[in-house]
């Protein structure tokens, strides 16, 4: 694959190209590439015959009918230089997920060594097939294509699964290890190797300081892919998990930063005062005007997804083309592009979430996961396909004393920095924490792409730089990334309690962090920042209002009714599952046996049942993986959870509404509609669930809003499936009655809008039978039920019988 | 905090909360603002219903037992004061043992946390967790998978190793015995109760 090699970035001002000229700009780039010798792919496998070199007009003719001295029509020929560009991509794309497929069919192997150092190792053997093939180094990646192709999708990536409040809770640890962090490592490291270059035995006196001020820059960005994989194991801090995750991320807009401000100090020929002022108010504005840029990026794209609830399918397509305009627009004004990305991805994302369809949230997330998969594939693979090759130049010293350098700053950098900062801290960050920041500071693909991005006008001795660079790399991804999960296992083992804990102690421990949890979901969350509560309210008030379609509410528990098909809910009750919990009762009554003592090999399968099945406690912070989509909420335990307790929430839901039927129209806002328009439908029953949230979950109110009274119908085969109405899932095609807007409670006589604040689900014109039947048609057929709808009613939310003996997920209605 | 005197001079007996609980006047506040989030209706009491909304809650095994915990002795509404001297409870114990030893026990102590647990598993209040109880618990914390009898022989064991006076029963002491090697004051206090 030929790529352009050193290329600057001026080149990018006239890009403003979506997502979609992504390859056909690279078709461009490639073709500058030196057209020779593309014949052979090894990759394919397949030798080129003839020696027939030219690259548009040959066609290479491999007929197997009689004779080729003519033009005869050929029956059967071979056009590679046709597809060759998009070939190769796809195949470069390709090779990488088969090597990823391989490393996790060994599923041992996944966990010993993290999937970069499996990268570079394919990278590695295929340039070492490339060149000892071709004789030659192998092509190298262009800067171009990792700053404008490569590195937005894993930057929006990061952005997007970004959990925010823990995030701005500890924007301030994390600047300063962000900030002030990466500035003592850059002239830490750069002091200290310019004194090393002053030893003349070295051979590096003709480094100098700024050369070394700017290798120094870029070898700093840390990247701690590895160490978050390993946080999935280990019990970490959520504290600590946030803390490396947000710095990794501002780390990387500070090295990129900083590295073009010394690029041009570089540059310049004497370096006055000014200019460092300068320097620095270039940082700044460098850093605002990314955040600036990606906040009102974020905000459009937030706005235009208010209205796009008739054209869902493109919906994803609107985030990623704002992103990425976002991302290339700040670049185009010389600001930090990545600074902008995330805060493009972050201001956008709560807004978004509301207004777009679970269908398009869901697809989102995939999409970004696999783009920042596939990109950092392709960059650690290039990274092993660059380093066979006969330009490096090794100087013992330089290189090992860079490497050490590293390892040197960074530690002392965490400890001295985390010395400070914990004395503004209320949870303070320990030893253990210190350690794993310090030791998770890898290495990774910023560094590699800088350094090649490094002028070799004034940098005489770069292919110096790119070896030392390239061993720090491959030294902090192997070692480091390798032995961070046993080192970690070792420093939890030290620390706990050598004897094992008792199954009472287990089971006690586990009662006290749901208590616990419980406890602080009672108290809700909060920080001590005026800021914050600002924020909110400024939030609350202006910005959703403008941002958010219909200010729809979610409430928790339907946000994890969403991801639950209810279908499967209903069977799991049906299934006899939930007769367990039911039949409890059935235990208290026999009578109180004996405590019998239980064997020693009894325990250890108590043990194991204990380990498996305990339900897990709530994580505040989801946890980050590049490699899959976060699981936030651990889906089965809350859909367990929740069908149980079904049966007192049913209660709570049927207080709620005789409450609030009792205190009828009252300025309570949440007040019921008229009992008197009841009487007139009383066939139908309509449930619907529209619910208040503040934000990020805090304050629930369910208000279940009851339409019309029905009697209870005792016979079973009337049992009709419950459903209720997803926010934004009801598709708008089988729409028979739909009103042509998508306000107005006419027609449906179902009362004056005494409240257009209120049902803001209901203001969608939905269908009626159609969807919801398909929906659950072979359900309720096996059901022996009916869904119950009247043409008429628009609102479509489906009607409801129950059966007092069957549980189902909590539509009720008032008896 | 702008509404923050608006809101002391709502709160009753403010000398009398934080003599009894300890918390700071900003802790009050910010409780008291959460009270009143949580008191949809404004009636100034809250109701089982107001604590069922909370989503995470709903999604905690417990959920129902920490409700009723807020609900002692049958009562149906929960005033201010009974709250906050519940929340109370989880303040995180002060590290200056110097307590006078005749004052009375802080509200936060680690025997009242314990007691506070305790309730949460004895639920008909004769101060032991009796084998039924015992079993209810394990059956909300632990998955639907598991059987009846790998129930019964989980609580078996609990009982054996806790049960000290072998009247098949865990009184508090022997509850509070099983766990004196836990870091309760960690477990049972809330952080940001500083």
């Given amino acids: 694959m030929a790529l352009a090699g050193g290329g600057s970035r001026d080149t990018r001002g006239l890009c403003?190209?979506?997502?979609?000229?992504?390859?056909?700009?690279?078709?461009?780039?490639?073709?500058?590439?030196?057209?020779?010798?593309?014949?052979?792919?090894?990759?394919?496998?397949?030798?080129?015959?003839?020696?027939?070199?030219?690259?548009?007009?040959?066609?290479?003719?491999l007929s197997r009918s009689l004779t080729n001295q003519e033009e005869r029509l050929s029956v059967f020929s071979l056009d590679y230089y046709h597809v060759q560009i998009p070939f190769e991509i796809t195949l470069w794309i390709l090779l990488a997920s088969?090597?990823?497929?391989?490393?996790?069919?060994?599923?041992?192997?996944?966990?010993?060594?993290?999937e970069s150092c499996l990268l570079i190792i394919i990278g590695l053997l295929l340039g070492g097939i490339i060149f000892g093939a071709k004789e030659r180094s192998p092509p190298v990646m262009s800067t171009d294509v990792f700053f404008l192709y490569l590195l937005p999708p894993i930057v929006l990536d990061a952005g997007y699964f970004m959990p925010s409040r823990p995030f701005f809770d500890n924007i301030g640890t994390i600047l300063w290890y962000a900030v002030v962090g990466t500035l003592w490592n850059i002239i830490g490291i750069a002091v200290s190797l310019y004194g090393i270059c002053q030893v003349q035995a070295f051979n590096l006196s003709d480094i100098t300081l700024f050369q070394t001020l700017l290798f120094g820059s870029l070898i700093s960005a840390v990247d701690p892919v590895a160490v978050l994989a390993v946080f999935e194991e280990i019990h970490v801090n959520e504290q600590l998990h946030i803390l490396v995750f947000g710095e990794s991320l501002l780390n990387d807009a500070v090295t990129v930063a900083l590295y073009h401000i010394f690029k041009s100090f570089c540059q310049m020929r004497d370096i006055l005062t000014v200019d460092i002022f300068a320097g620095i108010a270039q940082f700044f504005v460098v850093g605002i005007g990314g955040i600036i840029v990606g906040i009102i990026y974020g905000f459009v794209a937030a706005f235009t997804t208010r209205f796009t609830q008739n054209v869902r399918i493109i919906e994803p397509l609107f985030v990623f083309l704002y992103s990425y305009l976002c991302y290339l627009t700040a670049e185009m004004f010389r600001l930090s592009g990545i600074m902008a990305l995330i805060a493009c991805s972050m201001s956008m994302k709560y807004y978004v979430e509301e207004n777009i369809s679970m269908k398009s949230s869901t697809?989102?997330?995939?999409?970004?996961?696999?783009?920042?998969?596939?990109?950092?594939?392709?960059?650690?693979?290039?990274?092993?396909?660059?380093?066979?090759?006969?330009?490096?130049?090794?100087?013992?010293?330089?290189?090992?004393?860079?490497?050490?350098?590293?390892?040197?700053?960074?530690?002392?950098?965490?400890?001295?920095?985390?010395?400070?900062?914990?004395?503004?801290?209320?949870?303070?960050?320990?030893?253990?924490?210190?350690?794993?920041?310090?030791?998770?500071?890898?290495?990774?693909?910023?560094?590699?792409s800088l350094v090649f991005l490094l002028?070799?006008?004034?940098?005489?001795?770069?292919?110096?730089?790119?070896?030392?660079?390239?061993?720090?790399?491959?030294?902090?991804?192997?070692?480091?990334?390798?032995?961070?999960?046993p080192l970690v296992n070792f420093l939890d083992v030290k620390k706990t309690n050598?004897?094992?804990?008792?199954?009472?102690?287990?089971?006690?421990?586990?009662?006290?962090?749901?208590?616990?949890?419980?406890?602080?979901?009672?108290?809700?969350?909060?920080?001590?920042?005026?800021?914050?509560?600002?924020?909110?309210?400024?939030?609350?008030?202006?910005?959703?209002?403008?941002?958010?379609?219909?200010?729809?509410?979610?409430?928790?528990?339907?946000?994890?009714?969403?991801?639950?098909?209810?279908?499967?809910?209903?069977?799991?009750?049906?299934?006899?599952?939930?007769?367990?919990?039911?039949?409890?009762?059935?235990?208290?009554?026999?009578?109180?046996?004996?405590?019998?003592?239980?064997?020693?090999?009894?325990?250890?399968?108590?043990?194991?049942?204990?380990?498996?099945?305990?339900y897990q406690i709530r994580q505040r912070t989801p946890s980050y993986n590049r490699h899959s989509l976060p699981r936030d909420t651990n889906e089965n335990q809350v859909k367990e959870i929740l069908i149980r307790r079904h049966g007192s929430l049913r209660e709570s839901m049927r207080k709620t509404t005789r409450a609030k039927q009792s205190d009828a129209v009252k300025n309570s806002p949440f007040s019921q509609p008229q009992n008197a328009r009841t009487t007139t439908r009383p066939r139908k029953k309509n449930v619907a669930f529209t619910v208040g949230e503040d934000s990020n979950l805090e304050t629930d109110s369910l208000q279940l809003d009851n339409l019309s009274q029905s009697k209870l119908r005792p016979s079973p085969r009337h049992q009709e499936a419950c459903g209720m109405e997803w926010k934004n899932e009801v598709h708008r095609e089988n729409d028979r009655s739909q009103k042509p807007n998508s306000f107005g409670y006419d027609g449906g006589g179902v009362g004056s809008g005494n409240d257009s604040r209120r049902r803001p689900a209901l203001k969608k014109p939905r269908t009626t039978s159609d969807n919801l039947e398909h929906h659950y048609n072979e359900h309720r057929r096996s059901r022996q039920g009916f869904v119950e709808f009247s043409p008429d009613n628009w609102r479509a939310e489906s009607a409801c019988e129950e059966d007092p003996e069957v549980n189902d997920p909590l539509i009720r209605k008032p008896k | 905090m702008g509404s923050y005197s608006s809101h002391l001079s709502k709160?009753?007996?403010?000398?009398?909360?934080?003599?009894?609980?300890?918390?700071?006047?900003?802790?009050?506040?910010?409780?008291?603002?959460?009270?009143?989030?949580?008191?949809?209706?404004?009636?100034?009491?809250?109701?089982?219903?107001?604590?069922?909304?909370?989503?995470?809650?709903?999604?905690?095994?417990?959920?129902?037992?920490?409700?009723?915990?807020?609900?002692?002795?049958?009562?149906?509404?929960?005033?201010?004061?009974?709250?906050?001297?519940?929340?109370?409870?989880?303040?995180?114990?002060?590290k200056d043992k110097t307590a006078d030893p005749n004052a009375p026990e802080p509200i936060n102590s680690r025997t009242n946390k314990l007691r506070?647990?305790?309730?949460?598993?004895?639920?008909?209040?004769?101060?032991?967790?009796?084998?039924?109880?015992?079993?209810?618990?394990?059956?909300?914390?632990?998955?639907?998978?598991?059987?009846?009898?790998?129930?019964?022989?989980?609580?078996?064991?609990?009982?054996?190793?806790?049960?000290?006076?072998?009247?098949?029963?865990?009184?508090?002491?022997?509850?509070?015995?099983?766990?004196?090697?836990?870091?309760?004051?960690?477990?049972?206090?809330?952080?940001?109760?500083?």
């Avoid at chain 1, 070799?456 to 032995?483: A, C, E, N």
């Fill in chain 2, 11 to 94: 709160i009753e007996d403010l000398q009398g909360i934080i003599q009894e609980t300890g918390f700071t006047k900003a802790h009050i506040c910010r409780l008291y603002d959460r009270f009143e989030e949580l008191d949809k209706n404004n009636k100034g009491t809250l109701s089982r219903e107001d604590f069922q909304r909370i989503g995470e809650l709903a999604v905690n095994p417990l959920g129902d037992r920490i409700i009723n915990a807020f609900f002692p002795n049958e009562k149906q509404t929960l005033d201010f004061r009974s709250f906050i001297r519940i929340l109370a409870c989880f303040r995180p114990t002060a």
């Fill in chain 1, 98 to 114: 088969l090597a990823k497929i391989g490393f996790h069919l060994y599923h041992k192997l996944a966990t010993i060594v993290p």
């Fill in chain 1, 498 to 614: 050598k004897k094992q804990p008792t199954v009472s102690e287990e089971i006690h421990i586990r009662f006290f962090d749901h208590l616990l949890a419980g406890v602080e979901d009672i108290c809700g969350q909060w920080s001590h920042y005026y800021w914050r509560d600002k924020a909110k309210k400024f939030n609350r008030n202006y910005l959703s209002k403008l941002l958010i379609r219909d200010k729809e509410p979610k409430s928790g528990i339907v946000a994890l009714y969403k991801k639950l098909e209810l279908k499967q809910a209903i069977e799991l009750a049906e299934s006899g599952q939930l007769s367990k919990v039911s039949s409890s009762a059935s235990l208290l009554n026999k009578k109180p046996q004996k405590i019998n003592n239980v064997s020693p090999d009894e325990l250890k399968k108590i043990k194991d049942i204990l380990a498996k099945n305990l």
């Fill in chain 2, 116 to 194: 506070f647990a305790f309730q949460l598993y004895d639920l008909d209040g004769d101060g032991k967790i009796s084998r039924e109880e015992l079993i209810q618990v394990l059956r909300m914390m632990l998955e639907a998978q598991v059987t009846d009898d790998q129930l019964e022989s989980i609580t078996d064991r609990t009982i054996q190793e806790a049960d000290l006076d072998g009247d098949g029963a865990i009184s508090f002491e022997e509850f509070r015995k099983s766990l004196e090697n836990i870091n309760l004051e960690h477990k049972m206090s809330i952080r940001f109760l500083q």
């Fill in chain 1, 16 to 61: 403003r190209l979506s997502l979609p000229g992504y390859f056909i700009l690279l078709v461009t780039l490639l073709n500058n590439a030196e057209a020779t010798s593309r014949n052979e792919s090894i990759l394919h496998g397949q030798e080129v015959e003839g020696g027939n070199r030219h690259p548009d007009s040959s066609k290479i003719h």
């Fill in chain 1, 363 to 448: 697809t989102i997330k995939y999409f970004m996961k696999m783009w920042s998969s596939v990109s950092e594939t392709l960059i650690f693979i290039f990274l092993g396909v660059s380093t066979i090759t006969n330009t490096h130049e090794w100087n013992w010293a330089f290189v090992c004393f860079t490497l050490l350098f590293c390892l040197i700053w960074r530690a002392l950098g965490v400890i001295v920095l985390t010395q400070i900062i914990n004395r503004f801290r209320k949870l303070i960050i320990t030893r253990k924490d210190q350690f794993i920041i310090a030791y998770g500071g890898l290495r990774g693909a910023i560094c590699f």
């Fill in chain 1, 455 to 485: 002028p070799s006008h004034i940098f005489p001795r770069k292919h110096l730089f790119i070896t030392s660079t390239i061993v720090v790399i491959f030294f902090t991804v192997f070692i480091q990334g390798m032995t961070i999960r």
